[in-house]
Every structure is written in C-alpha cells, then in structure tokens.
C-alpha cells in the first residue's frame, strides 16, 4: 500500500515587506535624531535661536588665555567639572566671574572658545575687551 505524498507546504511569506518595514522605522529615528541634534545646536542655553549671520561662537583662545587667573590654594577635595580632575595647590585656575565657580585655565579657556556659559550653572559669560592705551 502506498499512502498517499504528502501535500505541499504552504507558500511562506516573502521577507521583504517585514524588512523593508524595519528599514523604514530605522531610517525615520535615525532621521529623527539628526532633526534634534540641530535644533539643539542651533539655540544657546537661553533657547533663542543663534544668529549665523553675526558668527556666534566664544572668545578667541587668545582672549581666554588673557583672563585673570589665580593659584589655587585651598585644601578641600574639589574638582574641575570640566576634566574631572581634582584641583592641586599651586594650580592656574580661573573663576567664572558672574557665580565665582572655579575651573582648570586649560579647561575653561577651551570650553570659553566654544560656548560663553558656565559649565555648572549656564551663568552667561560677560567679556570685556581691555583697550590698551598709550
């Protein structure tokens, strides 16, 4: 006796639509992402929308280089927010002028480069050029 073949298995279903789906979701977050990274690079901490005509950036790192600086001198186990590293006697450090936070030169004259705000508290940075009479 012959039993009978078996029958066929049912047509699987082609992948494509599934991928394809998953392509498109992906490509809309990652859309999605580089939407919000701009936005957020294009205001300042205050939410206005930077002017690209007048070139906003921070100082020249010759004009960070040139603000006051001190030694450091205390004994408590503060740091830098900026490296993380904790501040050493004898250390050049500045201190932010409107909340008085303290920072690495090295550090807060990079960061001054890139952005006029306190790393701690988005304090604005007011800078005044000294004119140098003679």
Same mark, same amino acid.
């Given at each position: #006796?012959?039993?009978?073949?078996?029958?066929?298995?049912?047509?699987?279903?082609?992948?494509?639509?599934?991928?394809? @789906?998953?392509?498109? +979701? $992906? /490509?809309? +977050?990652?859309?999605? &992402?580089?939407?919000?990274?701009?936005?957020?690079?294009?205001?300042?901490?205050?939410? *206005? !929308?930077?002017?690209?005509?007048?070139? %906003? =950036?921070?100082?020249?790192?010759?004009?960070?280089?040139?603000?006051?600086? @001190?030694?450091?001198?205390?004994?408590? #186990?503060?740091?830098? +927010?900026?490296? $993380?590293? %904790? &501040?050493?006697?004898?250390?050049?450090?500045? =201190? &932010?002028?409107?909340?008085?936070?303290? @920072?690495?030169?090295?550090?807060?004259? =990079?960061?001054?480069?890139?952005?006029? !705000?306190?790393?701690?508290? *988005? =304090?604005?940075?007011? @800078?005044? *050029?000294? $004119?140098? /009479? +003679?």
């Amino acid at each position: #006796m012959h039993s009978p073949p078996c029958p066929p298995p049912p047509p699987s279903t082609p992948p494509f639509p599934y991928v394809a @789906f998953s392509a498109l +979701v $992906l /490509i809309s +977050v990652a859309i999605s &992402f580089l939407i919000i990274d701009l936005i957020e690079h294009n205001e300042d901490n205050n939410g *206005r !929308t930077l002017d690209r005509e007048q070139g %906003y =950036s921070g100082l020249s790192l010759q004009d960070a280089e040139a603000l006051p600086w @001190f030694a450091y001198e205390a004994n408590a #186990m503060a740091c830098c +927010v900026i490296c $993380l590293d %904790y &501040f050493r006697k004898g250390e050049r450090c500045r =201190s &932010f002028p409107v909340c008085k936070h303290n @920072f690495h030169a090295r550090c807060i004259d =990079s960061w001054l480069v890139r952005r006029l !705000t306190c790393p701690t508290c *988005r =304090s604005p940075f007011i @800078f005044q *050029r000294r $004119l140098d /009479i +003679v």
